[in-house]
T-cell receptor, first 115, second 112 residues
Framework: ETGVTQTPRHLVMGMTNKKSLKCEQH?????MYWYKQSAKKPLELMFV???????ENNSVPSRFSPECPNSSHLFLHLHTLQPEDSALYLC??????????????FGPGTRLTVL | GENVGLHLPTLSVQEGDNSIINCAYS??????FIWYKQESGKGPQFIID?????DKRQGQRVTVLLNKTVKHLSLQIAATQPGDSAVYFC???????????FGTGTRLQVFP
C-alpha cells in the first residue's frame, strides 16, 4: 500500500454517461496529480493541484473536469467521453509540487472503458 | 526536445541472475531521476531515485547508475526473483519544470 487509494478500480461507461473517479491520499501531502496511462505510451500528466489550487492543466479536453476539495481528496469528473479515452487513470501525490525532487506516490489506478 | 526512452521494451532473465534495465534521456537540465516498478493491476511503485550530483546509488538489491556524459540511466537488480517481474519506468525531473517525464517502460520477465 502506497497510502494513495482510488475508487472505483474498474469502470465501464457509455459515451453519454457522467461518472466520477475518486482519489484519497493518507500521506499528508500537499500536491495531487491525475495521469492517464494508455497502452504503449508514456504516462501523460493531466492535472496538478498544489495546496488545493490547480497549477497545471496539460491541454486536457473539457470532458475531463478535476476537483480538489482539500489536500487529501481529488476527483476527476467524466462527461461525454470517447472510446479513445479508455485507459488506466492514475492518481499520485507528493509533498509539494514546488519541490522538484519530491517523490510522487501513485494509487492503483482506475481502469476505464468507454463503450 | 525532452525525451526519456528505454532501449529494450522486454527483458527476459533467469531467476537468480542480475538484471540491467537501461534508460536514455535528452534533457541535460534534468537533475533528478526516479525508477518506478509497475506490476500488473497496480500503480507505479517508487523503487529508487538519484540526483544529478551522484553517479551511483544503492538500495536493497537495486543499484541505479547515472552517466551524465552520455545521458544514460540504468537500474541493476541483483539476484532477480519472480516477484521482480513487472514493467519498469524511468522518469526525469528537470529543475526548471517541476514535472516528471516518464519513459515508455521495459517489461522484465523472470523465468525459472
Amino acid at each position: 500500500e502506497t497510502g494513495v487509494t482510488q475508487t472505483p478500480r474498474h469502470l465501464v461507461m457509455g459515451m453519454t454517461n457522467k461518472k466520477s473517479l475518486k482519489c484519497e491520499q493518507h500521506l499528508g501531502h500537499n500536491a495531487m496529480y491525475w495521469y492517464k496511462q494508455s497502452a504503449k505510451k508514456p504516462l501523460e500528466l493531466m492535472f496538478v493541484y498544489n495546496f488545493k489550487e490547480q497549477t497545471e492543466n496539460n491541454s486536457v479536453p473539457s470532458r475531463f473536469s478535476p476537483e480538489c476539495p482539500n489536500s487529501s481528496h481529488l476527483f476527476l469528473h467524466l462527461h461525454t467521453l470517447q472510446p479513445e479515452d479508455s485507459a488506466l487513470y492514475l492518481c499520485a501525490s507528493s509533498q509539494d509540487e514546488d519541490h522538484s525532487t519530491d517523490t510522487q506516490y501513485f494509487g492503483p489506478g482506475t481502469r476505464l472503458t468507454v463503450l | 526536445g525532452e525525451n526519456v526512452g528505454l532501449h529494450l521494451p522486454t527483458l527476459s532473465v533467469q531467476e537468480g541472475d542480475n538484471s540491467i534495465i537501461n534508460c536514455a534521456y535528452s534533457n541535460s537540465a534534468s537533475d533528478y531521476f526516479i525508477w518506478y516498478k509497475q506490476e500488473s493491476g497496480k500503480g507505479p511503485q517508487f523503487i529508487i531515485d538519484i540526483r544529478s550530483n551522484m553517479d551511483k546509488r544503492q538500495g536493497q538489491r537495486v543499484t541505479v547508475l547515472l552517466n551524465k556524459t552520455v545521458k544514460h540511466l540504468s537500474l541493476q537488480i541483483a539476484a532477480t526473483q519472480p516477484g521482480d517481474s513487472a514493467v519498469y519506468f524511468c522518469a526525469e525531473n528537470a529543475y526548471n519544470t517541476d514535472k516528471l517525464i516518464f519513459g515508455t517502460g521495459t517489461r522484465l520477465q523472470v523465468f525459472p
